[in-house]
């Protein structure tokens, strides 16, 4: 478990009023999101964006690893205060607040010699083949319609994070998954499965999906949220959340994370 506090001076013209308490913050590992250096050093968009709120906030974080199920677990709790790219939903609204920094969309990650059976999900849905999925995810409208219908078929295969789904893959415990760029570019490289996978995009007509900073409902009130909110607006027009994103991907992708 990673365990740290992060404190730096404000330089932000929004107003933060930062709690008496440090900010427990979650991460999870998640493509270059987060992950950890050969050296084991700590990672990723999510990591450098949350050193940048510390900064430009003036307020203490105290950050921890977790796994994704766990993190939504400990905010419906009260027992975490924030985490980091998350999707919204009408249950998740009811005990946090979610303010979107980056847009992703999923597509199909499946095996070469498979691909060419899949022009549509309709064409995986009438399959026989298996999909993993990771516990807790959510992917967008139409992949999680397809997601239901297969788990009535048992065909669903669920793992405790995306980088055991990749393996799963890998060992043919599995036939497809989703998965986003910034998440299967990492791991197919990580695994040396470049040449032996194929993306498919089988809703083209979807965009991407919003993916913001989560903050607790027991933690932080809608004023709160406001105040963080604003913070984020002015990472977005000082070019900031753009630096970040360079660090990782080209500039047409952070341009893709950017649409939002």
Request: glycine fraction near 4%; include cysteine; hydrophobic fraction near 45%.
């Amino acid at each position: 478990m990673l365990s740290q506090c992060l404190a730096f001076a404000t330089n932000a013209a929004a107003a933060i009023s930062c709690p008496d308490k440090p900010i427990k913050l979650a991460f999870y590992h998640y493509g270059l999101l987060y992950f950890e250096s050969p050296a084991g050093q700590a990672r990723g968009i999510d990591r450098d964006l949350v050193d940048v709120l510390a900064q430009r906030s003036g307020c203490k974080f105290q950050t921890l690893l977790q796994t994704r199920a766990r993190i939504w677990m400990d905010l419906e709790a009260g027992w975490l205060d924030m985490s980091v790219s998350g999707i919204e939903t009408e249950e998740r609204a009811r005990f946090a607040w979610f303010i979107p920094y980056l847009v992703m969309k999923n597509q199909l990650v499946t095996h070469a010699e498979l691909a060419p059976k899949f022009h549509s999900l309709a064409d995986f849905q009438y399959s026989s083949y298996r999909l993993g999925v990771v516990r807790s995810f959510r992917h967008g409208q139409a992949q999680d319609a397809l997601i239901s219908a297969l788990r009535k078929e048992n065909r669903v295969v669920e793992s405790r994070d995306a980088n055991a789904s990749f393996i799963k893959l890998h060992e043919g415990k599995i036939d497809a998954m989703f998965s986003q760029s910034l998440v299967y570019t990492k791991y197919l490289k990580d695994l040396n499965l470049s040449a032996d996978m194929r993306v498919l995009d089988l809703t083209p007509e979807e965009v991407g999906v919003p993916h913001g900073l989560i903050l607790s409902k027991q933690r932080f009130s809608a004023a709160d949220a406001e105040q963080w909110r604003a913070l984020m607006h002015e990472l977005r027009a000082d070019g900031s959340l753009r630096k970040i994103f360079r660090r990782y991907v080209d500039e047409a992708e952070a341009e893709r994370l950017l649409r939002h």
